[in-house]
């Protein structure tokens, strides 16, 4: 009986995803969305059954974002079911230019009940919410090294056909993003955090997601990822998984 309701509850989560989707093309004006409040959004930043999603792209929230949401940009929607529980309760930051485009590819998903959204310049003039930044190592050969040296926890979230294509630093802890709900408490609590990805992009996804769930070290994105740190001629190893 009760596998019974949750399949039914399903089919129906199903069923207003697609028609609302349906009624989505077929409008010819705006839709209105919920629009959140500076008081409301500190209580779903504060609410765990919440998930509050900073949507701006990295280069933007790199220079300020609200602590205990995730930061997934628009442009990585792709990887969202990684750190977000289908069916999850979400909250939209977005920027103004951009709100509908990226409601409407959220919504598309079709996976997540959408609560409302904010927009980030709006919301932040209204209420104190302890802005803060994204912090990068320049990621040359010299300062990973200096890294192991001084036992800086090294962290890297990139795939498993990834770590077998380039190979990965011996010190690093793999732990790639697609597990990353189940597994990230596998990163050290003490001293800082290196946060390793192909690129950049997905380190700070999870940087975001391990800071919401209670991490208070210091999280240093390596700026262009391992792409960079094999490009600064730094040793891999071959991958033993």
């Known amino acids: 009986m009760q596998v019974y309701k949750i399949f039914k509850l399903f089919l129906l989560f199903i069923l207003f995803n697609f028609t609302f989707s349906k009624n989505l093309k ?3 004006s705006p839709l209105k969305y919920v629009k959140v409040d500076a008081k409301s959004l500190k209580k779903y930043l504060n ?3 919440y998930y509050v999603i900073d949507t701006r792209e990295i280069s933007t929230a790199a220079l300020g974002f609200i602590p205990n949401s995730l930061i997934v940009p628009s442009s990585m929607f792709s990887w969202i079911d990684a750190v977000v529980p289908v069916m999850a309760k979400i909250i939209l930051i977005t920027d103004l230019e951009n709100k509908d485009k990226i409601i409407e590819s959220f919504i598309g998903l079709g996976k997540y009940i959408f609560i409302g959204y904010c ?3 709006e919301i932040i003039q209204h209420a104190s919410f302890n802005i803060q930044q994204i912090e990068y190592d320049p990621n040359t050969k010299e300062s990973i ?3 192991v040296e001084n036992k800086g926890n090294i962290i890297d979230i990139r795939e498993i056909n990834e770590f077998k294509e380039t190979g990965v630093i011996k010190e690093a802890h793999l732990i790639p993003l697609r597990t990353f709900q189940d597994d990230y408490e596998k990163i050290p609590k003490d001293g800082n955090v290196y946060v390793f990805c192909k690129s950049g992009g997905r380190a700070v ?3 975001s997601y391990a800071k919401r769930g209670g991490y208070k070290n ?3 994105i390596m700026k262009g990822g391992m792409t960079q740190a094999i490009k600064e001629g730094y040793p891999v190893v071959p991958y033993e998984g």
Do not use: A, E, H, L
């Open 47 to 49: 609410d765990r059954t």
């Open 119 to 121: 927009v980030y310049d």
């Open 26 to 28: 077929k409008s010819n």
């Open 218 to 220: 210091k999280f240093i």
């Open 145 to 147: 090294t200096k890294i």
């Open 205 to 207: 996804v999870g940087m």
